[in-house]
């Protein structure tokens, strides 16, 4: 029988880790898991993450603000060269802001087809190259081959892995919320962030039992119970009561 390719590779690690090198209660200044490695610990899941800055354990955490790029958020980039089916590299210029070599490793790149209105496609990035804003040298590489032709009238967006430098969420909400850290998290160092089951969050207010949980648009890293239907991203239900400004168990839902 012919060798068969499994498809897709996009970086799959399957439904998560089995063996794990670090605790979930230990921070690790060095990287032992791949970043998105998903943890489950009994009724609880722990996705393994990167810290962007100092995080209290407690404290809702979301991803780097503008995607993880530098200075200017990397959307509808122009791709500068035709890139034909099975292709893994695409050549994109930045936006206003040169970006880094391998800001986006093993993030994601949305890619809006011009020839079909109204149709997108998400691919994983393997690696990038230093993106200037101009000219046709600059590319990033695709973990899968493109399943579609591209020409210079497509565009793509850009963003770094979402669990890469995380930090503390703010009220304005910089960026989608992520999870919880269940300890005290230094700068620059990796760590399991909870993302779903029982979890000690820092509450902004009272919140009684049963109450639908969202993240606080007042005081940054805090959780508080849905007052209005306009209000942020819902991150789980209460347990039990919690006490403003000490703590509450809530059952986490950003993902399972």
């Given at each position: 029988m012919a060798h068969q390719t499994s498809r897709p590779v996009a970086r799959h690690t399957g439904p998560g880790t089995l063996f794990t090198q670090q605790g979930i209660y230990e921070?690790?200044?060095?990287a032992k898991h791949d970043l998105g490695e998903r943890l489950c610990v009994g009724d609880r899941t722990f996705i393994y993450s990167n810290a962007g800055a100092a995080i209290p354990g407690g404290n809702l955490c979301e991803q780097a603000t503008l995607g993880g790029a530098t200075?200017?958020?990397?959307?509808?980039?122009?791709?500068?060269?035709?890139?034909?089916?099975?292709?893994?590299?695409?050549?994109?210029?930045?936006?206003?802001?040169?970006?880094?070599a391998n800001t986006f490793a093993d993030g994601y790149a949305a890619i809006w087809d011009a020839t079909t209105a109204g149709t997108c496609f998400l691919y994983r990035i393997k690696s990038n190259s230093a993106l200037a804003?101009?000219?046709?040298?600059?590319?990033?590489?695709?973990?899968?081959?493109?399943?579609?032709?591209?020409?210079?009238?497509?565009?793509?967006?850009?963003?770094?892995?979402?669990?890469?430098?995380?930090?503390?969420?703010?009220?304005?909400?910089g960026g989608g919320a992520l999870g919880v850290a269940p300890v005290d998290i230094s700068s620059g160092y990796y760590f399991w962030l909870?993302?779903?089951?029982?979890c000690a969050v820092y509450p902004e207010a009272a919140?009684?039992?049963?109450?639908?949980?969202?993240?606080?648009?007042?005081?940054?890293?805090?959780?508080?119970?849905?007052?209005?239907?306009a209000e942020g991203q819902r991150v789980g239900y209460s347990l039990h009561i919690g006490t403003a400004a000490e703590s509450c168990i809530v059952f986490l839902t950003l993902r399972a």
């Open positions: 921070e690790s200044s060095t200075t200017t958020l990397q959307n509808t980039c122009a791709v500068t060269v035709a890139a034909v089916a099975g292709a893994t590299k695409v050549y994109v210029n930045a936006l206003s802001i040169a970006q880094t804003t101009s000219g046709v040298t600059s590319y990033i590489t695709l973990y899968d081959e493109l399943h579609l032709a591209l020409t210079t009238s497509d565009q793509v967006s850009l963003i770094a892995n979402p669990y890469k430098a995380v930090v503390t969420a703010t009220a304005a909400a909870q993302t779903y089951g029982p919140i009684d039992p049963d109450e639908d949980v969202v993240r606080s648009d007042a005081t940054a890293g805090t959780v508080c119970k849905r007052a209005s239907a």
